[in-house]
């Protein structure tokens, strides 16, 4: 029986995308080969490739605005550095907000290649907020965000207005709300989270921010290069854009990202009503700044654990224990989750209030 996926990532898909693929590896478009055996300069592949990228943009509402969307290898991870490769000048400096694992990641990166301010941290909070009424000096080259933050089920509702240029991690909430995302000079998500299967990541930059810091960038981190060459320098994860184009397909099919939204809300309403309303549960992150996506939450007895974690095995729940190095649970509520699957939890956390 399929189980009700909570897992932060590699996260669940749609069924569809899971047969299509499925189908896709055995006979391609009726092409007689794999999906998984075919060039990747072949016009089939050419045109996953033309597609999945031109969607992405379509979805995010950025036709026309001059951005370029690209599905790159490395993760999110290769992305803390390609980001001040690009856009950090020589002797220049960065902006950073601290709110985890991920951002201090991308933070220690930035460190290597010149001057990385952080102008707000919620670390000695345990991650537990996003910071607010920072500064960010107008002398940067840019400024970074990470708009979710997967690990402590906090999520930014705003992004500020900077002088300078945006850059935001969206790893765990890229697809998932509406954003005015021509606010961003450049997004980047590993795929894995909320659009597809690992492997694959995705940037999208505004065009022209790029090729003015003065740097000389090996090719394969040249966001430029990777540009001219349509997202295919080298041989790309072609199996990882394919389901990635899959789940895009799926997200307009059922209305794009205001549809999403609208169920997104839904589920974390549901949840954070009963972590707030049964007694046993305590909601890990600041009220306002509790992720849609993410939701971390302990039990007030630690006592519990044992029955609560049968009961929800029982219910055929997989994937809710916290993040290693947080503990708690995490329920990760991404877009192809049902709201029955959060129905399901709910009505665990219930029956161990019953029980107690
Ligand atoms: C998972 C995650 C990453 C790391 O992604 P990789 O693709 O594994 O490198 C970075 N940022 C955020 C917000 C994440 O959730």
């Not at 906090?154 to 005015?180: A, G, H, W, Y």
């Not at 309303?277 to 992150?285: E, I």
């Not at 916290?322 to 009505?347: C, F, I, K, T």
Request: aromatic share 10%; glycine share 8%; with cysteine.
């Amino acid at each position: 029986m399929k189980k009700h996926n909570y897992s932060a990532g590699p996260c669940i898909l749609p069924q569809e995308v899971f047969e299509k693929s499925a189908q896709a590896i055995l006979n391609f478009n009726d092409s007689g080969l794999s999906l998984l055996e075919m060039s990747h300069r072949s016009k089939d592949f050419v045109a996953v490739m033309e597609e999945a990228r031109a969607l992405v943009i379509e979805l995010l509402g950025l036709e026309g605005k001059g951005y370029s969307a690209l599905f790159l290898a490395g993760g999110a991870s290769l992305e803390f550095l390609m980001v001040p490769y690009n856009l950090m000048k020589e002797n220049g400096k960065a902006a950073y907000l601290d709110t985890g694992t991920w951002a201090s990641g991308a933070i220690k990166e930035a460190k290597l290649f010149g001057e990385t301010l952080i102008v707000g941290s919620s670390k000695e909070e345990s991650y537990n907020h996003i910071p607010k009424g920072y500064n960010i000096p107008t002398d940067v080259d840019y400024f970074h965000c990470t708009s979710n933050n997967t690990i402590y089920g906090t999520q930014m509702k705003e992004f500020p207005s900077v002088d300078t240029l945006l850059v935001c991690d969206m790893s765990s909430d890229i697809f998932s709300r509406q954003l005015d995302f021509s606010q961003f000079d450049l997004i980047y998500a590993g795929a894995q989270k909320n659009m597809g299967p690992a492997g694959a990541t995705l940037v999208v930059i505004k065009e022209e921010i790029l090729g003015k810091n003065g740097r000389i960038i090996p090719s394969m981190l040249d966001y430029a290069k990777h540009i001219k060459a349509e997202s295919m320098y080298n041989t790309p994860p072609v199996f990882p854009i394919y389901a990635s184009l899959l789940t895009l397909q799926w997200l307009k099919n059922l209305g794009g990202i205001a549809a999403i939204e609208k169920i997104n809300n839904a589920k974390a309403a549901l949840l954070y009503a009963e972590i707030d309303r049964n007694p046993l549960f305590r909601g890990a992150a600041a009220v306002e700044d509790r992720s849609n996506m993410n939701a971390t939450f302990l039990l007030n007895d630690e006592a519990h654990a044992a029955t609560f974690d049968a009961m929800w095995k029982a219910a055929g729940i997989s994937g809710l224990p916290g993040h290693r190095s947080v503990g708690g649970y995490r329920a990760s509520m991404y877009n192809a989750l049902p709201l029955e699957s959060v129905q399901v939890l709910v009505d665990v956390m219930k029956e161990l209030e019953s029980k107690i």
